[in-house]
């Protein structure tokens, strides 16, 4: 059997099940993972697509051209049924589209809403007359996270700095699995705390008349944040090699100014990254923001009054809305742009950045 | 022979439980350049690390013995190792230059000993690339990264960055091993120029480089010293068997 020499006996093509096998399962248990995900997103923006169908300016023979083109669309769309629901809807936008445009009245042939609705700084979407203004949703998003952030970003970061440069190896063991265990902590229990206790708590200290605002809403996310500005900071400050840090020593630097002029500096891309996952966290978080926030969809630069933010929009509404209305379009347009907000920020923080430190530590950029 | 500036006194050093260098003493003089060669794991390194206690860093490990820089024990309970480590100057197998500008590599040890002058900084910068004679080369790109320098270029920044410092002491860990030879030459002539200011200890696994740079040289083998001596008899006629079997090549 065993004979000597490269025959094309011994060398022949060999089928091989199992690994075959394993090989397609593998892809496909991959390929499938990504089309659930990207499944979703069309599913998202699909839903998204029909407030749009409708120019937001223009003559009023252009609208209804495009009208009867949103009338095909329609038609060819599964919400056939819906259509009904729909026109319900006429009236309301009729309403408001003679409001905001006086002579363009014609556009109240539609109902759907125009971009210069989403840009109002109303949100009532469940009044007899409905207004879709993001922007208070926009303001307390915006405010809610600037806040967290600002709570979150220095804590996380000089616990970071901490577990990396200064505890003692049993205590970084100890330290950095369990502030990782806090990025397991289910939101709704936070969102709870925040609720009943810190919202108190805070009020007795601060004195500010709203129970639930943007303050607590912010420090309850900066919360959820933590764990995860602290795990990518973690791993940043240790991937600088250790050759930095002897080199800084050597020269006689304490370790408190090697960590902060050689450490800190050298993992700054890495650390910029966890600070957009971070923003992505507190963006994208809907539970905290539903129990601790108020809820009140006002335009603030007060961090004392309640907010309404965009996830939570969606969280407290989408159970009550008419299937395929207005509202329901709106509220996936919400969704869609939450989306398409986490996605780049987590690209951003992928690619970018953290491509960045790799360059940084092999000195091809300055 | 010059005055002593290192002594070392029954020196052993334990990693653990295991033996890193067995009661090693040795006497180095002030101005001149001394150099440690043996196998790897022999403890040349390590031992050149309790020069300016960068063991310390290291969990779990336990010295024995004296160090004596200029007649003071640098392993009392008194010394400061953050002052200490000003004095002696270190230059490790890898460069490893921060990643900053070529100005703020050489200006970080100025700026963390209190110096914030900008003329004074710079006229450090450039006197220490100067005396390392890399200054021809990097004058047109002070602001660039210096991870941008070759390898050779690297190793002479810092070598320029520990001057910046003004140590009395400089301690070379292989500084020369990941180089190529016309970088190597350019080290160790920069050795042959410090030494007239500075007591040099280098550790080498280059037995040649040994033997041209360096006024004395110790052998080490399995955390033992086995020979010390001045480096030409050293290499042309050693007392123990041991260090002419390596010198000639013959184990290691």
């Known amino acids: ?366 | 022979m010059k005055d002593t500036k290192i002594v070392t006194k029954k020196l052993s050093f334990y990693y653990g439980e295991k033996m890193a260098l067995n009661s090693v003493s040795v006497e180095m003089p002030e101005k001149q350049v001394t150099a440690f060669i043996g196998p790897s794991g022999c403890g040349k390194s390590t031992f050149l690390r309790t020069l300016n206690r960068m063991n310390d860093l290291i969990p779990n490990v336990k010295i024995e013995g004296e160090v004596l820089i200029d007649d003071l024990n640098i392993y009392d309970k008194k010394v400061d190792v953050v002052n200490l480590r000003k004095k002696i100057g270190m230059v490790f197998q890898k460069s490893n230059p921060f990643a900053k500008s070529i100005f703020e590599n050489i200006a970080y040890g100025p700026k963390i000993n209190g110096i914030s002058d900008k003329k004074m900084l710079e006229e450090i910068v450039v006197t220490s690339l100067q005396r390392t004679a890399i200054w021809d080369e990097v004058k047109d790109r002070m602001n660039h990264s210096a991870l941008g320098l070759s390898g050779g270029q690297q190793q002479r920044l810092c070598i320029a960055r520990t001057l910046a410092v003004n140590p009395e002491i400089i301690l070379m860990d292989e500084p020369a091993s990941a180089l190529d030879p016309i970088s190597t030459a350019k080290i160790e002539e920069l050795i042959f120029e410090l030494k007239k200011n500075f007591t040099i200890v280098i550790v080498t696994h280059n037995m040649q480089q040994a033997a041209r740079v360096s006024d004395l040289t110790a052998f080490f083998y399995l955390g033992e010293l086995i020979e010390f001596g001045k480096t030409r008899k050293i290499f042309t006629t050693p007392d123990k068997k041991q260090t002419e079997d390596y010198i000639t090549g013959r184990f290691g």
Do not use: C
């Open chain 1, 1 to 366: 059997m065993n004979q000597h020499g490269f025959t094309k006996e011994s060398l022949r093509k060999k089928f091989r099940l199992s690994e075959y096998l394993s090989q397609r399962i593998i892809t496909g248990v991959a390929f499938l993972s990504i089309t659930i995900i990207v499944l979703i997103f069309f599913f998202v923006f699909k839903e998204t697509i029909p407030v749009f169908q409708q120019p937001d300016k223009g003559s009023a023979i252009d609208s209804e051209e495009l009208v009867q083109e949103q009338y095909g669309v329609f038609a060819e769309s599964e919400e056939e049924d819906d259509r009904p629901e729909v026109y319900g809807m006429e009236l309301d936008s009729a309403l408001m589209g003679s409001r905001d445009y006086g002579a363009d009245a014609s556009t109240a042939e539609d109902e759907r809403v125009t971009v210069s609705d989403l840009l109002g700084d109303q949100w009532y979407p469940v009044s007899s007359n409905p207004r879709y203004g993001l922007i208070p949703l926009f303001v307390g998003t915006i405010k809610i996270t600037i806040i967290s952030i600002l709570f979150a970003a220095p804590i996380a970061i000089l616990a970071a700095l901490f577990s990396a440069a200064f505890a003692p190896t049993w205590m970084r063991e100890w330290v950095k699995p369990a502030i990782e265990l806090l990025a397991g902590f289910p939101s709704v229990v936070i969102g709870f705390f925040a609720l009943m206790v810190m919202a108190t708590v805070l009020q007795e200290l601060f004195g500010y008349e709203t129970r639930l605002n943007a303050f607590v809403g912010g420090i309850a996310m900066g919360l959820a944040a933590i764990p995860i500005i602290f795990t990518i900071t973690e791993d940043a400050l240790t991937a600088i090699p250790g050759t930095y840090k002897e080199a800084s020593l050597a020269l006689g630097a304490t370790k408190w100014q090697t960590a902060l002029f050689v450490t800190l500096p050298a993992a700054t891309p890495g650390i910029f990254a966890a600070i957009l996952l971070g923003i992505g966290r507190v963006f994208g978080e809907t539970m905290i923001a539903l129990m601790a926030t108020g809820n009140a969809a006002l335009i603030s630069a007060n961090p004392f009054e309640s907010v309404r933010t965009l996830a939570a929009t969606i969280g407290a509404e989408m159970a009550e809305v008419v299937f395929g209305d207005t509202h329901y379009g709106v509220l996936f347009l919400i969704g869609s742009l939450l989306f398409v907000f986490t996605f780049t920020l987590n690209a951003l923080a992928e690619f970018y950045v953290k491509g960045r430190l790799m360059k940084r530590i092999q000195g091809k950029i300055s």
